[in-house]
Structures are given as C-alpha cells and as structure tokens.
T-cell receptor, first 114, second 114 residues
Framework: DVKVTQSSRYLVKRTGEKVFLECVQDMDHENMFWYRQDPGLGLRLIYFSYDVKMKEKGDIPEGYSVSREKKERFSLILESASTNQTSMYLC?????????????FGPGTRLTVL | GNSVTQMEGPVTLSEEAFLTINCTYTATGYPSLFWYVQYPGEGLQLLLKATKADDKGSNKGFEATYRKETTSFHLEKGSVQVSDSAVYFCALTLMNSGYSTLTFGKGTMLLVSP
C-alpha cells in the first residue's frame, strides 16, 4: 500500500514564526502536492512538484514556499506564520503526470497560528 | 477556468436509504472525474473515478457515471450504512503543459443514522 506520512497531526505556532510541514511518501512517486482544507472552501492547491528540485505554484501560493531536495520528501514552509494560515494541511503524491492518475493523501496536519 | 460544484451538506439519511450527491463541472477540455472520501480524522482516499464519457466508476457499492452532455458525475449508493458517514469530494483533473492537478468541489458531508 502507498503510504504518505506527515510529520505532525497537530501543530500550534505563534504569529511570525517560521513553520515547516514535512511530507514523506514511500512509493517512489514523481509528483507531490500540498493543499489546505478549510470549511466551506474545500481543498485548494498551494504548491506541487513533479520532480526533485522542481516546483510549481498552485492556486494559493502567497505566504508559502516549498522544498523538494529528495524524491520522497516534500516540505511546505510558512516563512512568517499568520493567523489566516490556521488550517488543515494535506499532502498528496501520485505516480505520474497522467491526467487519470490517483493522488494518495496523508492524514493531514491541523495547524493553529496564535 | 475549471471548477466543480457539488451539493451543499450535510446530507442526513437513515441506514439503508438511497444516496445521491450531485456534482457538476466546468472544464476547458476533456477532464477525468473523481470522487474522494474523507472519513473523520483521516486524509482523503480515492473512492472511484471515470476517465471518459459514459464510463461508470464503482467501488464499495458507490457508483457514478461520467455524463458529458450534462457535465455531471453524480454519486449514488443504493443502501447507505452508518460507516459511510464521511465527507465526499468530487474532483476533476486535466492535463496542462505536461502535468495534471486536481480541482476539488467544496465537499458534501454525509451523516447516516442507525
């Protein structure tokens, strides 16, 4: 089975802190994604990566950056956390760039910024 | 742009009732269509998918048919169980410059009572 793990289930940070959310997949997938999930808004794509050291902006990249130094690991970085970044963050991965390919999701990190 | 519209929830049903969750889409191109499910406290997992018109995706008693003429992909189940209580997301994906990303609806919560 594909496994996507996220470093924390719950995280509480202060405004202005630098926050790292880590995601690891164990199936040698090419593509990795970061979403945020908010009530009434569904899932929105923040960034994705289709190869090591490659990244593309999604729909809401402002206030975020990403890093992919190794194929299995994709990090989301909040340079200076703000209260409007309080949300559930979901990581996903998929094998290929095919339009029919399934994305596999991690359990999510619920981030609260105080 | 691409978008997915699904009925607002929560949908509240008694066990063994018939379920329909409506989903319509707008896409510039020929998308693949997905239903993902999120059980409480977990990440999303693929429920079913369809990649071309008139295809029927099915899994765990759920079905959805890709209707190009009505741009719809409604989710149905003949007899729901308490264990089906979850949030259901309709999504589409399109190839774009060699990679594809998912566009999600806002999600529909299903609550099934015994």
């Amino acid at each position: 089975d594909v496994k996507v793990t996220q470093s924390s289930r719950y995280l509480v940070k202060r405004t202005g802190e630098k926050v790292f959310l880590e995601c690891v997949q164990d199936m040698d997938h090419e593509n990795m994604f970061w979403y945020r999930q908010d009530p009434g808004l569904g899932l929105r794509l923040i960034y994705f990566s289709y190869d090591v050291k490659m990244k593309e902006k999604g729909d809401i990249p402002e206030g975020y950056s990403v890093s992919r130094e190794k194929k299995e690991r994709f990090s989301l970085i909040l340079e200076s956390a703000s209260t409007n970044q309080t949300s559930m963050y979901l990581c996903a991965s998929s094998f290929a760039a095919s339009g029919t390919d399934t994305q596999y999701f991690g359990p999510g990190t619920r981030l609260t910024v105080l | 742009g691409n978008s997915v519209t699904q009925m607002e929830g929560p949908v509240t049903l008694s066990e063994e009732a018939f379920l329909t969750i409506n989903c319509t889409y707008t896409a510039t191109g020929y998308p693949s269509l997905f239903w993902y499910v999120q059980y409480p406290g977990e990440g999303l997992q693929l429920l079913l998918k369809a990649t071309k018109a008139d295809d029927k995706g099915s899994n765990k008693g759920f079905e959805a048919t890709y209707r190009k003429e009505t741009t719809s992909f409604h989710l149905e189940k003949g007899s729901v169980q308490v264990s089906d209580s979850a949030v259901y997301f309709c999504a589409l994906t399109l190839m774009n410059s060699g990679y594809s990303t998912l566009t999600f609806g806002k999600g529909t919560m299903l609550l099934v009572s015994p």
